[in-house]
C-alpha cells in the first residue's frame, strides 16, 4: 500500500486535495498510523477457500446490497460455530449448505452456529445476505451541489481490517481464497474486480452485470470492487491484458502517466525470476481515494491524483513511477507472498519500496536512485519517534504498523542485504523465496531461511540487528596521516544511545583512500564488540580524499572530521553521488567562505547528476551573502530542468532585502517556461515578504493554470506573507465550492494569519464537519497551528463523532493538548505531534516566533514535497476515510 500524499498531482475543481499541503503544517514527515489493527495472527477454525461476492448498489441511500456465499473447511474437530468480521451490516439471512441458519451478531462478529460439531476437513457452504450504509471500506463518490458534475464512482479499500465493513468475511491476511465477483450496476457504468473478466450480461432496468473470477488465492484485505463512470485504455505484457481507468473526462492523462507500466512489469518479472503471477493487472485512478493507492491482487487501486495534467506531467522527472512501481511490486511481495501479521508489514511495504529503486535505477539511472535513496535516509533519520523502534514488531497499538520503518527503512534494508550478497546471490534468493512460498503467508523468518538456502550465506545477525534491533548506527569518524610510516589510522566510533533495541551495529563496508597517486579500495569491518575502532592503512602519500563507506550503501549518519580542503576535493571528484552529497552538506555549514561558494556554483552549473545541482542550490540559499544570491541568478540563465530551477529559485528565498532578487523573481513567477519555477517563485515572494507581493499573489489566484498550479502556490504563500489584507480573499477560497486543492491552501495559509481572529477559527471549525477528510485534516492542524483555545470544543465534538477512525484521534488530541497547553509547552507538544525531535533543527527554539517557526517548516517540507513526490515512503501517511 502507498499511502502518501502526492504534490505533483492532477487537480480538478472536484478532485481532492492533497493531504500533504495540510497536514505539514503540523505533521511534517510522520506517518499517521493505525492502532486498531490486529498484531497476531489468529488462530483460525476454518480455512475460507472461496467466495462468490455479488453486489449492487444503491446510490440515492449510499447503501451496498450483498449476496456472499463462503464455502469453509474446517480445522479443528469439535467446532461448533462459524465466525465472520462484520461491522455495520445488517444481516437479513444466512442458510447452511442451502438450509435455513440460525445467526447472531455481536461485537462487530456474524456468529452462525452449526447443526453439530464439525469435524476437521468437513465443508460448509453458508451464504448471507445483507445490507449496510458502511462508514468506511466501501466509498460512494457522487455528484453534489458543489460537484454536480462530478463522475460517479463506487469503489472499496479493504487493508487493513476494512473489507468487514462492506462484506462478511474472514478479515485477517492469514488465509487465502479464490473469488468470484457479480457486479450489477448501471449499463453505462465500467467496473472492475479480481481476476479475469468473465462475462457481461444484460439485467434488468438498464442495468449489466459483471462477473470477474480469481482463480490465485489471496487474503481477503486485497478484495477489490471499482464501479463507475470511467474512460478505459488498454494495453497487454507478454500477451496478458494490462488496462488503466480514469474517471470520465481524464482519460487523456492514463497514456502520460502509465503507459510505462508493461516495461516495469518485464523489468520485474525478469529481475525476479518469477513472472507475474496474475490473470490481469488493472490500474484503477479514483477519486477521493483514501491513500496512495492499494496492491488489491490483479487490480491496483490509486489516487486519481495520480493523472497529472499533461502539462505539468514533464515538469516531474519521475512522473508517477514510484507510486505505479511500488503498488507493481506489491503483485509479488504482499500479494503472491503475503505476511502473515501485521508485526512483519515490512515484508509487503519494504519490498514494495525496494522495488521501487530497482525501476529508479533501472528507467532514469544510477544517480537518480542513488539520490532518491540518500534523500530517504536523512528523512528517516528526521524522524526521531522511528529510530527506538525495531522494523518487526507487534507493539504498535499507540503508533501503527504502517510507519516510516515498514517503508522507508524496510527499503533500505533491502538494499543493503543486495550489497553485502552481491546481485546475482540476492536475486536467486528472492527467486527461492517467491517460490518457496508462492500462495502463502510469510513471516520474516520465511525471508531469512529462503535466502539462507539459496545462498549458502547465514543472515541471522544481519536480521538481528536490522529488522529486530532498532535504529541505525551514528559514527564519529576522523583521521590521521603518518608520513613517516605512509600510513592512515580511521578512527570509527559508534555514538547512537545503547538502550531498549538499539545496540553497537556489525558493518562490513568499504574504505577508499586516494592519494595523488589514484584510489586505493579496501574493506573493514566495523565490529559490534566495541563501540570504537582503528583501522590502519598504507598508502604511498598523503590522502588527498579518505571515504567511509564509498558510494553510501549503509544507512547511518556520520560525523567525518575533515578540513575544508577535503570536502572541496571530495565534492568535485568523489564518483558516486552519495560522497558528492555529504561534502555539500558538510560545505553548507561553512558560511563566509569565497572558496565554498565558488565550488558549490561550480557543482551547480556542471555536475552531471542534477540532484548534486539542486542540493548546491539549496547550499547557496543557506550560506546567503551577496556572492551566493548571484551564482544562484546566474545559474538560471542556464539550467532548463524544471526540477533544478524550482530549486535554484527556492533556493532564492533565503535573501532578504535585495531587489534584484525580488524583480528576478516577480518576473519568473510571471513568465517562465517551468510551472514549477512559477510556482517556487511566487512562494519565494511570500516567504521574503516582497514589496507588493500580495497584489502579485492576487493576479495569479486570479489567473488560469493546469489544475490551478499557479493558484494554489499562491494561496500557500500568503501565510507565510504575513499580510492580513489576503484573509477576505482567503476565506473565499477556503469556502465549500471552491476547488478542494484551492480549499486546503488557504486554510493552510489562514492558520497563520490574525491569530486572534475568533470569526477565522470559527470559520475554519465549521469545516471540521465535511466529507471531505482532506479539508477535514487541514482544519484540524489549521486549529492547532493558529493556538486559539477557542477551537477547543469543536475538536473535541469532532473526537467524539461515530466515524472516526481510532488512527484520526490521537492527532486531534494532540492538537487540544496544544492549544491547552501554556505557552512555552506548545512548541514541545507541537513536537510531539509531527514527530519532530524537539531540540532539532526543523524545530523552532522557545524564543522564535511561532509564526516564523511554521513558515520555516513549510519552507522545508514544500521543498520536500517538489522533488520527492511519494517517493518517500515516510511520508507515508494512513489516511482514516471521511463519513459518507
Given at each position: 500500500m502507498n499511502i502518501a500524499p502526492f504534490p505533483n498531482l492532477a487537480r480538478s475543481r472536484c478532485r481532492p486535495a492533497t493531504f500533504a499541503a495540510a497536514a505539514l503544517l503540523a505533521i511534517p514527515f510522520v506517518a499517521l498510523q493505525l492502532g486498531?489493527?490486529?498484531?497476531?495472527?489468529?488462530?483460525?477454525?476454518?480455512?475460507?477457500?472461496?467466495?462468490?461476492?455479488?453486489?449492487?448498489?444503491?446510490?440515492?441511500?449510499?447503501?451496498?446490497?450483498?449476496?456472499?456465499?463462503?464455502?469453509?473447511?474446517?480445522?479443528?474437530?469439535?467446532?461448533?460455530?462459524?465466525?465472520?468480521?462484520?461491522?455495520?451490516?445488517?444481516?437479513?439471512?444466512?442458510?447452511?449448505?442451502?438450509?435455513?441458519?440460525?445467526?447472531?451478531?455481536?461485537?462487530?462478529?456474524?456468529?452462525?452456529?452449526?447443526?453439530?460439531?464439525?469435524?476437521?476437513?468437513?465443508k460448509f457452504d453458508i451464504t448471507i445476505r445483507y445490507e449496510a450504509k458502511p462508514t468506511k471500506g466501501l466509498y460512494f463518490i457522487l455528484p453534489d451541489k458543489d460537484c454536480p458534475d462530478r463522475p460517479k464512482q463506487v469503489w472499496t479499500q479493504g487493508e487493513a481490517e476494512d473489507t468487514r465493513y462492506y462484506l462478511p468475511t474472514y478479515d485477517y491476511p492469514n488465509d487465502r481464497l479464490t473469488t468470484e465477483t457479480v457486479l450489477t450496476v448501471p449499463a453505462s457504468w465500467i467496473t472492475v474486480a479480481n481476476g479475469k473478466l468473465i462475462n457481461v450480461s444484460e439485467a434488468a432496468h438498464g442495468m449489466k452485470t459483471w462477473t470477474w473470477k480469481e482463480s490465485v488465492p489471496s487474503s481477503t484485505y486485497l478484495f477489490t470492487v471499482v464501479a463507475g463512470e470511467f474512460e478505459e485504455i488498454k494495453d497487454s505484457w507478454r500477451g496478458i491484458p494490462v488496462t488503466y481507468y480514469a474517471p470520465k473526462g481524464r482519460g487523456d492523462r492514463l497514456s502520460i502517466n502509465y503507459s510505462r507500466t508493461p516495461q516495469m512489469i518485464e523489468l520485474f518479472s525478469t529481475k525476479l525470476g518469477v513472472n507475474y503471477p496474475w490473470e490481469k493487472y488493472a490500474q484503477s485512478m479514483v477519486d477521493d481515494f483514501v491513500a496512495g493507492g492499494m496492491e488489491n491482487s490483479s487490480a491496483t487501486t490509486n489516487t486519481s491524483n495520480s493523472l497529472q495534467h499533461p502539462k505539468l506531467a514533464p515538469e516531474f522527472l519521475t512522473g508517477e513511477d514510484g507510486l505505479i512501481s511500488h503498488e507493481l511490486g506489491h503483485q509479488w511481495f504482499g500479494d503472491l507472498v503475503t505476511c502473515k501479521d501485521w508485526g512483519d508489514i515490512w515484508l509487503n511495504e519494504g519490498f514494495a519500496t525496494f522495488m521501487e529503486s530497482v525501476w529508479t535505477e533501472s528507467h532514469f539511472g544510477k544517480d537518480e536512485a542513488d539520490y532518491e535513496r540518500w534523500q530517504s535516509a536523512h528523512h528517516w533519520f528526521e524522524e526521531a519517534n522511528l529510530y527506538s523502534k525495531p522494523i518487526v514488531r507487534h507493539d504498535f497499538n499507540d503508533s501503527g504498523e504502517f510507519d516510516g520503518n515498514a517503508y522507508t527503512k524496510s527499503g533500505w534494508v533491502l538494499y543493503m542485504l543486495r550489497h553485502q550478497l552481491g546481485e546475482d546471490a540476492f536475486y536467486h534468493g528472492l527467486k527461492h523465496y517467491l517460490e518457496v512460498n508462492r500462495g502463502k503467508n510469510v513471516v520474516t523468518a520465511d525471508l531469512a531461511k529462503a535466502m539462507e538456502e539459496a545462498t549458502h550465506t547465514n543472515v541471522d545477525q544481519f536480521f538481528s540487528q536490522w529488522l529486530y534491533g532498532a535504529g541505525a548506527p551514528k559514527f564519529d569518524l576522523s583521521y590521521k596521516y603518518d608520513d613517516a610510516k605512509h600510513e592512515v589510522e580511521l578512527m570509527v566510533k559508534q555514538t547512537q544511545r545503547l538502550e531498549g533495541r538499539v545496540g553497537l551495529f556489525h558493518i562490513p563496508t568499504e574504505v577508499e583512500i586516494t592519494t595523488a597517486s589514484g584510489p586505493k579500495l579496501s574493506p573493514i569491518t566495523v565490529s559490534q564488540d566495541k563501540d570504537t575502532a582503528i583501522f590502519t592503512f598504507s598508502v604511498d602519500s598523503a590522502p588527498l580524499m579518505v571515504l567511509f563507506d564509498k558510494g553510501g550503501h549503509v544507512l547511518k549518519s556520520t560525523e567525518f572530521h575533515k578540513e575544508k580542503k577535503e570536502w572541496l576535493y571530495q565534492l568535485k571528484n568523489a564518483p558516486d553521488l552519495a560522497d558528492r552529497a555529504d561534502a555539500i552538506t558538510a560545505l553548507a555549514k561553512l558560511k563566509g567562505d569565497d572558496e565554498v561558494v565558488a565550488a558549490l556554483s561550480n557543482a551547480l552549473l556542471n555536475d552531471k547528476a542534477w540532484g548534486i545541482r539542486a542540493n548546491a542550490a539549496d547550499a547557496l540559499g543557506q550560506l546567503g551573502g551577496s556572492t551566493a544570491s548571484q551564482q544562484l541568478l546566474d545559474a538560471l540563465n542556464t539550467a532548463k530542468e524544471p526540477w533544478v530551477r524550482n530549486r535554484i529559485v527556492s533556493a532564492l528565498a533565503n535573501f532578504k532585502d535585495a531587489p534584484a532578487i525580488v524583480a528576478r523573481l516577480n518576473s519568473i513567477a510571471g513568465d517562465d517556461s517551468s510551472y514549477r519555477a512559477r510556482a517556487a517563485a511566487l512562494q519565494a515572494l511570500g516567504r521574503l515578504k516582497a514589496t507588493n507581493a500580495l497584489a502579485t499573489l492576487d493576479a495569479a489566484v486570479a489567473a488560469d493554470s493546469p489544475d490551478s498550479f499557479l493558484r494554489n502556490a499562491a494561496l500557500r504563500s500568503m501565510g507565510p506573507l504575513g499580510d492580513d489584507k489576503a484573509v477576505p480573499l482567503l476565506l473565499q477560497w477556503s469556502a465549500p465550492g471552491k476547488p478542494i486543492d484551492s480549499r486546503n491552501a488557504a486554510i493552510f495559509s489562514l492558520a497563520r494569519l490574525q491569530k486572534d481572529n475568533k470569526d477565522i477559527t470559527n470559520q475554519i471549525a465549521s469545516y471540521l464537519s465535511e466529507a471531505h477528510f482532506p479539508i477535514r485534516m487541514a482544519s484540524i492542524f489549521a486549529l492547532g497551528a493558529r493556538g486559539d483555545a477557542s477551537a477547543i470544543p469543536?475538536?473535541?465534538?469532532?473526537?467524539?463523532?461515530?466515524?472516526?477512525?481510532?488512527?484520526?484521534?490521537?492527532?486531534?488530541?494532540?492538537?487540544?493538548?496544544?492549544?491547552?497547553?501554556p505557552s512555552g509547552e506548545k512548541r514541545h507538544s507541537r513536537g510531539e505531534a509531527s514527530g519532530e525531535d524537539p531540540d532539532s533543527e526543523a524545530s523552532p527554539s522557545p524564543a522564535t516566533n511561532e509564526q516564523d517557526a511554521v513558515a520555516k517548516r513549510l519552507d522545508r517540507l514544500e521543498h520536500l514535497m517538489q522533488e520527492m513526490a511519494e517517493r518517500l515512503k515516510t511520508i507515508e501517511t494512513r489516511l482514516p476515510p471521511p463519513k459518507p
Open positions: 486498531a489493527d490486529e498484531p497476531y495472527a489468529r488462530s483460525r477454525d476454518y480455512d475460507l477457500q472461496h467466495s462468490r461476492i455479488a453486489l449492487r448498489f444503491d446510490l440515492d441511500q449510499k447503501k451496498v446490497m450483498g449476496d456472499v456465499t463462503h464455502t469453509v473447511t474446517i480445522l479443528h474437530d469439535s467446532t461448533s460455530k462459524i465466525v465472520f468480521d462484520s461491522a455495520g451490516l445488517t444481516i437479513h439471512s444466512a442458510t447452511l449448505n442451502k438450509s435455513a441458519a440460525k445467526f447472531e451478531t455481536k461485537d462487530d462478529k456474524l456468529i452462525i452456529p452449526l447443526t453439530s460439531a464439525a469435524h476437521v476437513g468437513e469543536a475538536l473535541e465534538a469532532l473526537l467524539k463523532s461515530d466515524d472516526l477512525s481510532i488512527e484520526m484521534a490521537p492527532m486531534i488530541k494532540r492538537q487540544i493538548a496544544s492549544l491547552k497547553a
